[in-house]
């Protein structure tokens, strides 16, 4: 007889884009076999109401409570198990994130998080990365989102340190990634660099994906950065509109893809230049890998 299959969502409401996943695995089976049944990307860009104005406005919170009332329909549909729904830096940083999470709660029922760098670092660890590591190596994580940049430490396999920097790519588009934010992100890489010597780079998000698959790098998913640099010295002196002609981007991307190679490009300078690892995975996975790891460790306690 086959294992009951179990589906686990996951809602993460970033500064340029609103992301919803589903992923499926039969009960009882390891996290490592969860498969993906839904994906989807909604570029809302609350990050440009925020970061500029410091709340969201009211249409960007209309077009958030459809968009958050149609994921809960489609958790409905397939019986999702259990869910998790996390905002980052666009909320954390409007000043009135917190009401309009209350909102969204009282008319959809869906319980909002707005979480901190912290904690978003960690669950982007707890996509289990680490897992697809060498166990002696030292690697930063690093994740860029439209707010702001996760960068953690993982050393033998375990999660060392963690820091969030308020530089995203949005952030960067509306002109508010402050001087002293760029000299934080330096300084802590350096100490760093100079603690565990030669540090590797692991990419996440988006746009690093779609650079990869760019550049034409090699598939054993690492982007180096003489290529990176080249692509990002083309796509740079092109308009939004050309960038989305010549390389098949939609509007949401074609923007956003120059600030995300340079932030990638100037922490691999402070690093050695090595090549960047693309693995694919991000903090969305982060959250349905633990709501798994969660329900079977609740399973063997009512054993």
């Known amino acids: 007889m086959l294992n009951k ?3 686990f969502a996951a ?8 992301r919803f996943l589903i992923k499926s695995v039969a009960e009882g089976e390891p996290p490592s ?21 410091g709340v969201i406005t009211t249409f960007k919170e209309k077009q958030l409570m ?11 549909v397939y019986g999702v198990t259990a869910y998790r729904a996390c905002a980052t830096s666009a909320m954390r940083d409007a000043s009135n994130g917190e009401r ?11 319980r909002l998080e707005i979480i901190d760098g912290q904690q978003e670092a960690r669950i982007v660890y707890d996509s289990h990365v680490a897992d697809l590591l060498d166990r002696e190596g030292t690697y930063l994580y690093v994740d860029v989102g439209g707010g702001s940049t996760e960068i953690s ?5 375990k999660l060392v340190d963690s820091h969030s920097f308020d530089i995203g790519t949005v952030r960067q588009l509306t002109g508010t990634v402050r001087p002293d934010d760029w000299q934080a992100l330096d300084r802590e890489l350096k100490v760093w660099a100079g603690r565990y010597g030669n540090l590797q780079i692991i990419g996440s998000g988006g746009n690093i994906n779609k650079l990869y698959r760019m550049a034409r790098a090699s598939h054993d998913n690492r982007l180096e950065i003489g290529r990176l640099r080249a692509l990002y010295d083309e796509l740079k002196d092109k308009t939004v ?9 939609n509007g949401d991307r074609a923007d956003v893809i120059v600030p995300a190679a340079e932030i990638f490009l100037r922490i691999a300078s402070v690093t050695g230049d090595r ?6 995975i991000g903090i969305i996975d982060g959250i349905v890998h633990s709501l798994y790891v969660r329900h079977l460790e609740q399973e063997a306690q009512d054993l």
Do not use: C, W
């Not at 090549?275 to 694919?280: E, L, N, Y």
């Open 66 to 76: 459809r968009t958050v009332k149609a994921f809960r329909l489609l958790m409905k």
């Open 33 to 53: 076999a969860m498969t993906k049944t839904v994906l989807i990307r909604i570029p809302l860009r609350l990050g440009e109401d925020s970061f500029r104005r």
């Open 275 to 280: 090549p960047i690892i693309v693995p694919t």
């Open 153 to 157: 430490l993982i050393a033998d396999g």
């Open 100 to 110: 309009i999470a209350r909102k969204i709660h009282n008319k959809t029922g869906i």
């Open 241 to 249: 509109e050309q960038r989305m002609e010549q390389y098949s981007l």
């Open 5 to 7: 299959k179990l589906n």
């Open 11 to 18: 809602i993460d409401i970033g500064s340029n884009a609103v």
